[in-house]
């Protein structure tokens, strides 16, 4: 009997003990959530903004595109993508003048604290992503010929 007794008042002394012990943790777990989503995010902003510029940059290659078609094709990939407010340059701006072979350049950037699904950042305040693609521009379809 007085073995067991013994061990009812030991658990009685470790009453509340999980309790503290998730306080003290608590914090540190929530932080890591936070964080998973934080960078999650970004991550995913990063590949939406890769593929926008990919799809940019091809359609800059073609004879008949101009600056302003590519920046909105872009623009327009990223808002459909619900990542608004990207600033999208194309370069040269006047794509008449590069010659074939002559390298296109599509880049998209976009303040990480526009995209961001929290209410403000732990981590990755302030930063800036981008994404740049270069391409070749394309000959003209008169100059081809079969192998």
């Known amino acids: 009997m007085i073995h067991r007794f013994g061990a009812r ?8 003990t999980a309790a503290v012990e998730f306080a003290v943790m608590a914090p540190f777990l929530i932080l ?10 970004a991550l995913m902003v990063q590949h939406l903004l890769t593929n926008a510029v ?3 940059a091809r359609s800059a290659t ?14 327009s990939y990223l808002a459909a993508s619900s990542v608004p407010g990207a600033t999208v340059t194309v370069d040269p701006m006047d794509l008449t003048t ?3 072979g002559d390298p296109v350049t ?21 930063a800036t992503l981008d994404a740049t693609m270069v391409m070749r521009r394309e000959t003209s379809t008169s100059t081809y010929t079969e192998p």
């Open 32 to 41: 890591l959530v936070f964080g998973m989503l934080e960078v999650g995010r």
């Open 54 to 56: 990919r799809d940019g």
């Open 62 to 75: 073609l004879e008949s595109a101009t600056a302003g078609e590519v920046e909105a094709q872009v623009a």
């Open 106 to 126: 599509v880049t998209a950037s976009v303040p990480f604290d526009t995209v961001n699904w929290l209410p403000s950042s732990f981590f990755l305040e302030g």
């Open 9 to 16: 008042s030991h658990r009685k002394d470790r009453r509340g």
């Open 98 to 100: 590069a010659a074939p």
